[in-house]
């Protein structure tokens, strides 16, 4: 199993949204996209992938910034492994 949480900085500040849904990133599609990111490029590391992931928020969505932590859930007596990418 493995999780992302994923934090942006939108490419317009809060206070200019406006309630306004273009300007904003689409979060829904957002989604999908790392899903099928994640399902169409086999990687080794969660490293590769939670790079990946963060890049394609920066340069596919229009995200300032954007950082990805992703959980892993493979050993015993923890929680879960994780790791975190900032672009």
């Known amino acids: 199993k493995l999780v992302a ?4 900085t939108p490419p ?3 206070t200019d949204m406006g ?5 904003t990133i689409n979060y829904d ?3 999908r996209h790392l899903m ?3 399902q169409a490029e086999p990687t080794v590391l969660l490293e590769t ?5 963060a890049t394609a928020c920066v340069q596919d969505f229009g995200a300032c ?3 990805v932590e992703l959980h892993k859930f493979i050993l015993p007596f923890t929680s879960s492994v994780s790791v975190r990418c900032t672009v």
């Open 19 to 23: 309630e306004n849904l273009e300007l």
């Open 29 to 31: 599609a957002l989604s």
């Open 12 to 14: 317009n500040a809060f």
């Open 36 to 38: 099928a990111l994640a």
């Open 65 to 67: 910034t954007a950082t």
């Open 5 to 8: 949480n994923v934090s942006l």
């Open 49 to 53: 992938l939670c790079h990946r992931m």
